[in-house]
């Protein structure tokens, strides 16, 4: 099945069927998706600002690399090949910290709702991004984001505002920052 389609799931994370990602997100069924967070050796974080073109939330900024796993594909495989793809980044070090839902209406009349698996690991490998997923890159401190976010809250994506505080104490605890 290609990748344009997503994983439907119920809250505890079990397969109950698969939709086309459009429809899925037209009418807020809950699916699985990734998000995975990068740092370098400065203790910094990758974020990518998503294309313009991207289907919802484009043009603005959020982790480094977000996306849904493929029909039979697990999220881990899935967080790796994705990272690399969108960023051009190859990382065996990926390491799954914690998953959450959320449910948020987003432009374009459609509604995100996700069991969303969040992944982090260091890396300084320069990041390649596909420019048909990413329009810009930079890496910052959680000092220079939350500084941003306060000032200009409109300009990330709504999944990266809700996990940033948690991600923040993990990646802590993982020793990552």
């Known amino acids: 099945m290609k990748s344009d389609y997503v994983?439907?799931?119920?809250?505890a994370d079990n397969e109950i069927g698969v939709e086309e990602k459009l429809?899925?997100?037209l009418k807020g069924d809950l699916h699985r998706a990734i998000s995975v967070f990068i740092f370098n050796s400065e203790n910094k974080m990758l974020l990518q600002k998503r294309a313009e073109t991207k289907y919802h939330s484009g043009g603005l900024w959020t982790n480094t690399c977000c996306s849904h796993p493929m029909v039979g594909e697990n999220t881990g495989n899935a967080a790796k090949r994705r990272l690399r793809e969108e960023m051009g980044i190859d990382c065996d070090s990926l390491k799954f910290i914690f998953h959450f839902i959320y449910k948020a209406q987003l432009d374009n009349n459609l509604i995100e709702h996700e069991l969303d698996h969040v992944f982090i690991a260091k890396s300084d490998v320069k990041p390649l991004p596909?420019?048909?997923?990413?329009?810009?890159?930079?890496?910052a401190s959680f000092e220079e984001i939350e500084q941003d976010l306060k000032l200009n809250p409109n300009n990330y994506s709504h999944w990266f505002k809700l996990i940033?505080?948690?991600v923040k104490t993990l990646a802590q605890e993982n020793h990552l920052i």
């Open 164 to 166: 940033l505080k948690r």
């Open 7 to 11: 994983i439907l799931v119920d809250e």
């Open 130 to 139: 596909d420019p048909d997923e990413v329009s810009d890159w930079k890496y």
């Open 23 to 25: 429809k899925a997100h």
